[in-house]
């Protein structure tokens, strides 16, 4: 039996639809992963917040954007969603798969 009645707990977002939404200035990724696995390649743009020492209360203001969190495949930044879920319920918003899913996609990485 799932927890909430089968209704997805955090919002997801395809690759597709977070390239688009970064293409029209609606979205601001912050990266969960740790620093030499951002160092390595990431979403062009994003913030590097690693789980390791993650803070909701001190993720940058994304202004009017919607603040999407990503990590390598999908589980960290689930881990970091549930850490703003008392502290910053606004963010409520992840990439599906990952940075995988965003490479898989043949979308730009930045190094």
Known sequence: MAFG????KHRELTAR???SMLQQGRAMVVDVREVDEFAAGHIPGAVNVPLSTFRASQLPDPGQRIMV????AGRRSAMALE???????EI???L???FGAWRTAGLPVEI
Request: glycine fraction near 12%; aromatic fraction near 4%.
């Open 17 to 19: 639809q977070l390239s």
């Open 83 to 89: 850490r703003c879920s008392i502290a910053r319920a």
């Open 96 to 98: 599906a798969g990952g």
């Open 69 to 72: 969190l990503n990590c390598a």
């Open 92 to 94: 409520d918003t992840h």
């Open 5 to 8: 009645f089968g209704k997805a």
